[in-house]
Structures are given as C-alpha cells and as structure tokens.
C-alpha cells in the first residue's frame, strides 16, 4: 500500500421494496429469545434498473425478540424481475430503539421510520448472467415497519 489512503464508501441505491405481511406465527420464548416467523405476503419492488414482484410463498422473516423488544431478523425473500429472472435475497439485521416506540411498534402502530433504527446487511444471489453483478455486491438496506407492510431499500456499497 503505497499511501495508506482507501476510498471512501459509496451507496448507491438498488431498489425498494414494499412488501406486504401474513400473521406472524409466534413460536414463543426459547433459549436465544422469543421466535417468530413473519410471512412477506406480496409486494413490488422498484429502482433505477430492476423492478419486478414480490413471490409469496417464498419469503420470510424469522424473528428474535429480545426482552427490551429489540429484533434480530433473519429475512428471505425471492424476487421476480419483470424480465422473469428470479432474485434470492438474504438480510441479517436489527431493529431497535426506545422502549416507547419498540412497544407502539410491538402493537402495529404506524411509526415514523426516524425513531428507531432497522438495518440489515442484505445479499443477493441471481443466475441471469445481465444480473451477475447483484451476486457479487455488498449491499445494505434501510427498513421501514408500517401496519401490515415493511419498506426496505436496498443499496450498494462501491
């Protein structure tokens, strides 16, 4: 390394995703914390290059409630482009915040997404060989809870 200098990261987004969800089947308290699955339902997902659905069926959040109402996810998701190529989509992520909002959360209230944090490190797998730099990137994703439905949007990081 001749300077010791790197680049600054960059995001550039990717899409957003609006999904919907299914009741969550709570598998109650265990060893590691309170378990829930969450279906993602339906949903479309928009960006400067990709656009496509949400495919039901194949999607879904495994939860890990913490006691203060912290939440570990675990979300997979497939989606379909409108060329018909198929997107496997990995989040790992958090959300967290004040008690107060966890809990209004907790009852699905309607809560603006600047009072609390929900991150993920996402990775996304694709066989389209036009899509083949979606299996190579570093993505990140900024999430959303609204009543009935979760806003992610996906960025790159160059």
Do not use: C, N
């Not at 969800?21 to 829930?36: E, F, K």
């Not at 060329?83 to 209004?104: F, I, P």
Request: aromatic content about 8%; glycine content about 14%.
């Amino acid at each position: 390394m001749s300077s010791g200098h790197l680049p600054e990261p960059r995001l550039t987004r990717v899409y957003r995703l609006e999904a919907t969800l299914g009741l969550p089947l709570d598998l109650g308290d265990g060893l590691h914390g309170h378990r829930r699955i969450v279906p993602l339902t339906g949903g479309t997902f928009t960006g400067p290059e990709l656009r496509g659905k949400l495919l039901p069926g194949a999607s879904a959040d495994w939860q890990t409630i913490l006691p203060d109402g912290t939440a570990f996810g675990d979300i997979r998701y497939t989606l379909q482009t409108d060329r018909s190529d198929l997107l496997y989509v990995q989040a790992r992520g958090v959300r967290h915040g004040s008690a107060e909002v966890l809990a209004r959360l907790g009852r699905g209230e309607d809560v603006d997404a600047s009072e609390y944090t929900f991150r993920t490190l996402t990775q996304i797998e694709t066989a389209s060989p036009e899509l083949e730099w979606l299996s190579k990137g570093v993505f990140i994703s900024v999430g959303g809870r609204q009543p009935g439905g979760v806003i992610y949007d996906t960025y790159l990081v160059a």
